[in-house]
């Protein structure tokens, strides 16, 4: 279990750096053609810095509003307000803000920036189909989620690849705007570099951030089971959801990498590209973790 966890993280870690280094290369990239001139580089970074720590910290108000959250209080929902505590606590962690999304399918997500400032959020169709121990299981994940800082990590990747999308749109107009200019032979291949550039950075910042999504389902996955010491729980519950579906009535391709399983639905090809791993394959990394190892 702990190796688990620790070989998740550094995963994430070396991933998460080269997307950090990915997207400084792009910033150079457009800032050469444009101008050459390094401080508009640096400035390039500090602006994609403030844009990337905005993003976070106003990000998790955000994911609650467009997925339609109505926060509870304990009288509200006590079953489930007093799962997550008990959990939190067991964490060790302040209880998050809940939320209930009264959507038919089992579903949930925790957003934030730091334990502190948390929420978990559940559907109504996830507190009507669980048990108590299968609630646990995914409220655990969730929570671990929080602990974990995948909350911060979640919010940074997706301002990351809004600021590549962004810059590979700017850099594809600026090069039918400025390529008469540039007549010179390093100037033609800079410019046909550009478009290159342009074209793939939205594809690779979107496999990069579909690795830290599935790294992270991973861990939280682990980290949810050595909680609960129940791992049967967790894996339960995705077999449920298997069963049912996970496909949500409101659907938001923004907030999708948030929830506990894909809430976009598909199957096949679509897979590929989902920022959740396989069902089958959590549940069979589940049943095989060691609690003592």
Known sequence: MYKDIAANKRKTFIIMFFFFVFVIGIIYLFVKFMHGNLDIFYGGIIGAGIYTYLSYYFGSKMALAINRAKPITKSDNPRLYRIVENISISDGLPTPDIYIINDPSPNAFATGRDPKHSAVCVTSGLLLVMDDQQLQGVIAHEVSHIKNFDIRVNMIAFALTA???????????????????????????????????????????????????????????????????????????????????????????????????????????????????????????????????
């Open 163 to 293: 600021i590549i999308s962004l810059l590979a749109d700017i850099i594809i107009q600026m090069v039918w705007l400025n390529g008469d200019e540039r007549d010179n032979a390093n100037n033609q291949i800079f410019l046909v570099l550009g478009i290159v550039a342009a074209i793939l950075a939205p594809i690779v910042a979107m496999f990069i951030q579909l690795a830290i999504s599935r790294q992270r389902e991973y861990l939280a996955d682990a980290s949810g089971a050595l909680t609960t010491r129940y791992p049967e729980g967790l894996a339960s519950a995705l077999k449920k959801i298997k069963q049912t579906g996970s496909k949500m009535k409101v659907q938001n391709t923004a907030t999708a990498h948030l929830f506990f399983a894909n809430p976009l639905g598909g199957h096949s090809i679509a897979n590929l590209f989902s920022t959740h791993p396989p069902i089958d394959a959590r549940i069979e990394r589940l049943m095989k973790m060691d609690l003592n190892g």
